[in-house]
T-cell receptor, first 109, second 114 residues
């Protein structure tokens, strides 16, 4: 079965430190990959999609097909980055997304 | 544009009661989804509707029913609520098709079943 794995439930860093949130997917085809962010008690918002190759709020993510990974990175974390981050992958040719279990990022002052 | 809206925002039910969660989108999207979010479990798909007139089961459909009332609206019904259905429920929509996988989410409904 297709899976999206986020190995860290919680990631805690200090302000100004680099951040890397890991995501691995199992689909062997050509999925679309996304990162969603959820600030405290708010709705999920799209942060990045791999086909856009853009940087949002200083975050970037590169699709590595060889390692089936789509890690989210930011060189200097800010306190306002504290949130829940979900990695998601398309499910085959269907429009559904499979979500990882999420990583809670805590940026300390 | 309001995007995706959900009602109610909060609800407390007693075991065995029924209720319907409402969802509407104004983006003319074809596909709509219902998820539940539980601590440590992430988001799990309950039901989805790829297009108006169709609905399909997701990962955790037991205990739920859905209705795609029209292109805008997609409701989720709990016929006989159980404590295991205590969760935060999110509705989402997407354009669908090869370039429309991005999903837009509603604000969520926080449901407690006692």
């Amino acid at each position: 079965a297709q899976r999206v794995t986020q190995p860290e439930k919680l990631l805690s860093v200090f302000k100004g430190a680099p951040v890397e949130l890991k995501c691995n997917y199992s689909y062997s085809g050509s999925p679309e990959l996304f990162w969603y962010v959820q600030y405290s008690r708010q709705r999920l918002q799209l942060l990045l999609r791999h086909i856009s190759r853009e940087s949002i709020k200083g975050f970037t993510a590169d699709l590595n097909k060889g390692e089936t990974s789509f890690h989210l990175k930011k060189p200097f974390a800010q306190e306002e980055d504290s949130a829940m981050y979900y990695c998601a992958s398309t499910r085959g040719s269907q429009g559904n997304l499979i979500f990882g279990k999420g990583t809670k990022l805590s940026v300390k002052p | 544009n309001a995007g995706v809206t959900q009602t109610p925002k909060f609800q407390v039910l007693k075991t065995g009661q029924s209720m319907t969660l409402q969802c509407a989108q104004d983006m003319n999207h074809n596909s709509m989804y219902w998820y539940r979010q539980d601590p440590g479990m992430g988001l799990r798909l309950i039901y989805y509707s790829a297009s108006e007139g169709t609905t399909d089961k997701g990962e955790v459909p037991n205990g739920y029913n859905v209705s795609r009332l029209n292109k805008r609206e997609f409701s989720l019904r709990l016929e006989s609520a159980a404590p295991s259905q205590t969760s935060v429920y999110f509705c989402a929509s997407s354009q669908g098709g090869k370039r429309g996988y991005e999903q837009y989410f509603g604000p969520g409904t926080r449901l407690t079943v006692t």
